[in-house]
């Protein structure tokens, strides 16, 4: 089966990961596929699927988390510089990446046909494109009836959450990564957790300009600008930042901090899948607010 034979066919709306397959249903994709893009690979997770190869599974079970990768999947090395003759030694027919490998796309080439499909681009929300890269998938893989179920089902899932959420609509969020005890990153609304947020009902407290992911090494006094926020911070926690801020005078005199409007989600990919934006809505939902928290405000 090529990629160049293929088709494509209807594309419609598909359902929530935990309900598209039962136990087992898990299949190897068609044709034989390598993945080097982590959002790539979690679609393709959730359509049942499973890839002979892709890369850096490690970290992508500490900042993807869900869905797993199953055991047999080998691993390439880092995305940013995969192991190409072991990609060869895999034998893929197809390879999926993203405009961010372009720079080796001839020597992915070398191993198997190349197919990149861009989810994250300047001034685009995310998760549309993240919606299309998934039928494109279903397309590309004979799934389209599992990618058309994941879609159906997502919404509704996501509208459920939102009610979840609507209590805490009042007030808009922050959403950040703290990238050590002084600065941070926000995500702005051309993020996916941004245009997720809108999508459960939420304000994003953030206006500035994110350039389409997050807004690096922001000092943390600009959390000060809207008072009245809460303040959601996604996992990782540096070990540094939660060592220190419990006794940062800056944080401390945050109003979010003060007032405890602090919430630490787990990990999250900023720049996965529809099953990342997924994850991301439903650990807010389950995060706001807990009662007790950690030192200095954050809860989680």
Known sequence: MTVAGLSRRRLLAGGLAAALLPAGRARAATPRTAVIDWALL???????????AAAELRLYGRLVVEPPVPAE???????????????????????????????????????????????????????????????????????????????????????RLAGLLAPFAERPCFLINLGDARHFRAFGRDSLF????ERLGLANAWGDDTRYRAQAQIQLEAL???????????GPLPAAARRTLPDSG???????????????????????????????????????????????????
């Open 194 to 197: 941004g245009a997720v947020l």
């Open 42 to 52: 979690e679609s393709l997770l959730v359509l049942g699927l499973t890839p002979v």
């Open 73 to 159: 999947v080998v691993d390439l090395g880092l995305r940013g510089s995969p192991n190409f003759e072991l990609l060869s030694l895999c034998r893929p027919e197809l390879v999926l990446s993203s405009p961010w490998y372009e720079g080796y796309r001839g020597r992915l080439e070398r191993a198997a046909p190349v197919r990149s499909l861009s989810i994250y681009e300047p001034g685009r929300p995310p998760y549309e494109p993240a919606a299309a890269a998934l039928l494109e998938l279903g397309t590309l893989l004979d799934a389209q009836e599992q990618a058309e179920r994941y879609l159906a089902r997502l919404e509704p899932e996501l509208a």
């Open 224 to 234: 000060a600008r809207v008072p009245e926020a809460r303040l959601v911070v996604v």
């Open 250 to 300: 800056l944080w401390n005199a945050l109003p979010a901090v003060r007032e405890g409007r602090v919430t630490l989600l787990p990990p999250v990919s900023p720049f996965g899948g529809l099953p990342s934006a997924l994850r991301f809505a439903r650990l807010l939902a389950e995060g706001l607010p807990r009662p007790g928290g950690l030192p200095g405000g954050l809860h989680g």
